[in-house]
């Protein structure tokens, strides 16, 4: 049993005539089948689940969430045993990090700036005009949710126990040299 898992989607490609396929501009697979996968870290896929259109299921996270929660029911995963979880903004929400946390599931993922409710964190259009390597965060009902800017601005939820920041040193390509990005709140 693995320790980390990540969600994202795949294509299997197919150019023929089904009601199934899909097509995804930008992909480098465009035509296919569009698949939701579970892998451990050494990339080797253990779940999966062919998407095959809208469903009148009711959903409760929403599909990228339910598509989480199948997944790992799917696999079996052991609650209570420090499994860690890591996937994109697609699935990522509050809601779905704070159930996950009950179930006892460690998961981390970047987020939507719609999707991060009332959390108080500065304005997107405001973090583009800092300089890079600012951040902003909170910490509410057991999930962090961190916003920094990068080389674009991030957003990450996760609901792991350990919450410490801490600078890291990174290449400016304009400077040409090192420097220490600062963490605020």
Known sequence: MDEHYSV??????????????????????????KNWAL????????????????????KDFGLGGDVILNLIEQRKLPAKSGIKVYFDNFFTSLPLMRHLGELR???TGTIRA???EN????????FK????????YRVSDDV???????????????NF??????????WSHEKKQKFRSRNRQ
């Not at 490609?13 to 930008?26: D, E, W």
């Not at 962090?144 to 996760?158: H, L």
């Open 39 to 58: 892998c451990t870290s050494p990339g080797y896929m253990v779940a999966f689940s062919v998407y095959t259109g809208k469903s009148s299921e009711k």
């Open 144 to 158: 962090f949710v961190c916003r920094w800017n990068d080389n674009n601005v991030v957003t990450v939820a996760t």
């Open 8 to 33: 994202d989607e795949s294509m299997i490609p197919y150019y023929g005539k089904h009601y199934a396929k899909q097509f995804i501009r930008g992909k480098p697979i465009r035509f296919g089948y």
């Open 129 to 136: 005009r800092e300089e890079r390597g600012s951040s902003d």
């Open 114 to 116: 719609n999707r991060v």
């Open 105 to 107: 599931y460690y998961a």
């Open 119 to 126: 959390c108080p964190l500065k304005d997107i259009n405001q």
């Open 161 to 170: 126990e350990n919450w410490a920041l801490t600078s890291a040193t990174r």
